[in-house]
């Protein structure tokens, strides 16, 4: 992600309904999926947005995200044959992590978060840059008695995340006691809203699905009654920093149309015994013969810090390249997740180098997460 350093090219990019409650805060803007969203805050910066997540509670502006419905009868039965996991092992009020790949590849479209209504609803919120085209092939693909609403625009998101979210999400009569993956419709000052048990920091958590025009006031509500429960606006930088802890992928980086979920070990986001869903046979088959490489965890053992496309090597023979790599503020190490040649035969506790400009440092192989769960 890079500043935004002109006016011009900020005309280019849409913006949240909060942009001005940022802007007054002293954020810093980046473009990400043809937004224009805080990166991080004036008085904290990403080290204390990370750790104000980990420690007490943060409220993160995530309205770039993509909002989609499907409806109709039978929707769901629609779905169920497009994305890749099984909406058969939920019930309404519960959503689900799932994946949109590409029929001839098993590529990855998207990754998306599906909702659950009823049978003749289910709403969708795939990333940012890649709405438009979940849209357009779920549109392409749907009877005439099933319609594909991009909603993009419709509605903002709120993540209020941290081992506090509960207890400010309470302070302020919102519904906080619904399990992991489920979501409840509440009201707040009037104002409709659904509040999601989910989100990605690996913290608890919740995200706050809310109409675009509603936006400022329930924004304004949180940070009035945060106070109390050290509440602090954060940005995508810490994001970033908290979901690569976690070992949660990025799309465009960790997934993509050239990344598979078998290649990305997301295979548990697939209902492999479904009868139809895009990518299946190509799934399968590339499950039987196994992958050419797969997602891993690196840890530095010096002070490296990862980054994305950095290579990395045993002795004279490449074996892989970081997908995303940052600095673990929990950890105080350089963190990774990486594409490993699966011919190299590498496991858990072995070391690689990785190539900083010429320079090798060492990195070791750990499963994530890197820090320890609280999420559910």
């Given at each position: 992600?890079?500043?935004?350093?002109?006016?011009?090219?900020?005309?280019?990019?849409?913006?949240?309904?909060l942009?001005?409650?940022?802007?007054?805060?002293?954020?810093k803007?980046?473009?990400?999926?043809?937004?224009?969203?805080?990166l991080?805050?004036?008085?904290?910066?990403?080290?204390?947005?990370?750790?104000?997540?980990?420690?007490?509670?943060?409220?993160f502006?995530?309205?770039?995200?993509?909002?989609?419905?499907?409806?109709g009868?039978?929707?769901?039965?629609?779905?169920?044959?497009?994305?890749?996991?099984?909406?058969?092992?939920?019930?309404?009020?519960?959503?689900?992590?799932?994946?949109?790949?590409?029929?001839?590849?098993?590529?990855v479209?998207?990754?998306?978060?599906?909702?659950?209504y009823?049978?003749?609803?289910?709403?969708?919120?795939?990333?940012?840059?890649?709405?438009?085209?979940?849209?357009?092939?779920?549109?392409?693909?749907?009877?005439?008695?099933?319609?594909?609403?991009?909603?993009?625009?419709?509605?903002?998101?709120?993540?209020?995340?941290?081992?506090?979210?509960?207890?400010?999400?309470?302070?302020?009569?919102?519904?906080?006691?619904?399990?992991?993956?489920?979501?409840?419709?509440?009201?707040?000052?009037?104002?409709?809203l659904?509040?999601?048990?989910?989100?990605?920091?690996?913290?608890?958590?919740?995200?706050l699905?809310v109409?675009?025009?509603?936006?400022?006031?329930?924004?304004?509500?949180?940070?009035?009654?945060?106070?109390?429960?050290?509440?602090?606006?954060?940005?995508?930088?810490?994001?970033?920093t908290?979901?690569?802890?976690?070992?949660?992928?990025?799309?465009?980086?960790?997934?993509?149309?050239?990344?598979?979920?078998?290649?990305?070990?997301?295979?548990?986001?697939?209902?492999?015994?479904?009868?139809?869903?895009?990518?299946?046979?190509?799934?399968?088959?590339?499950?039987?013969?196994?992958?050419?490489?797969?997602?891993?965890?690196?840890?530095?053992?010096d002070?490296?810090?990862?980054?994305?496309?950095?290579?990395?090597?045993?002795?004279?023979?490449?074996?892989?390249?970081?997908?995303?790599?940052?600095f673990?503020?929990?950890?105080?190490?350089?963190?990774?997740?990486?594409?490993?040649?699966?011919?190299?035969?590498?496991?858990?506790?072995?070391?690689?180098e990785?190539?900083?400009?010429?320079?090798?440092?060492?990195?070791?192989?750990?499963?994530?997460?890197?820090?320890?769960?609280?999420?559910?």
């Amino acid at each position: 992600m890079t500043d935004v350093t002109s006016d011009a090219a900020a005309t280019r990019l849409r913006r949240s309904p909060l942009h001005e409650r940022h802007t007054a805060a002293g954020a810093k803007f980046a473009p990400f999926g043809g937004w224009e969203m805080p990166l991080e805050y004036a008085g904290g910066g990403v080290l204390k947005e990370h750790t104000a997540v980990r420690t007490a509670v943060g409220v993160f502006d995530v309205s770039h995200l993509g909002k989609a419905r499907v409806s109709g009868p039978a929707a769901a039965d629609f779905v169920n044959a497009c994305l890749s996991n099984d909406l058969g092992r939920i019930g309404p009020g519960r959503a689900q992590y799932t994946l949109c790949c590409d029929d001839a590849t098993g590529g990855v479209v998207d990754d998306i978060i599906a909702y659950l209504y009823a049978d003749d609803h289910v709403f969708l919120i795939p990333n940012a840059a890649n709405t438009a085209e979940v849209v357009r092939r779920l549109r392409a693909a749907a009877p005439e008695s099933v319609t594909v609403t991009d909603e993009h625009e419709a509605y903002a998101v709120l993540a209020v995340q941290g081992p506090r979210s509960a207890d400010l999400l309470g302070a302020l009569g919102l519904p906080t006691e619904h399990g992991y993956m489920s979501f409840s419709a509440a009201s707040l000052d009037g104002v409709e809203l659904t509040v999601c048990r989910t989100g990605y920091t690996g913290e608890l958590g919740y995200e706050l699905v809310v109409p675009a025009e509603h936006a400022v006031a329930v924004w304004d509500a949180l940070n009035a009654f945060g106070e109390a429960f050290e509440l602090r606006a954060c940005g995508l930088a810490a994001r970033d920093t908290l979901r690569t802890e976690m070992g949660y992928p990025l799309h465009g980086q960790d997934l993509s149309l050239d990344i598979t979920p078998v290649q990305a070990r997301s295979g548990w986001a697939v209902g492999w015994d479904k009868p139809a869903f895009w990518g299946r046979d190509a799934l399968l088959a590339e499950k039987a013969a196994g992958p050419r490489r797969t997602l891993r965890g690196l840890v530095a053992v010096d002070r490296a810090i990862p980054r994305p496309g950095m290579t990395l090597h045993v002795g004279d023979e490449q074996v892989g390249e970081v997908t995303s790599g940052t600095f673990s503020p929990t950890r105080k190490q350089g963190i990774a997740l990486a594409l490993l040649n699966t011919d190299a035969n590498l496991t858990d506790g072995d070391e690689v180098e990785i190539d900083i400009r010429g320079r090798r440092a060492p990195l070791t192989l750990q499963k994530p997460p890197f820090v320890n769960p609280s999420v559910k």
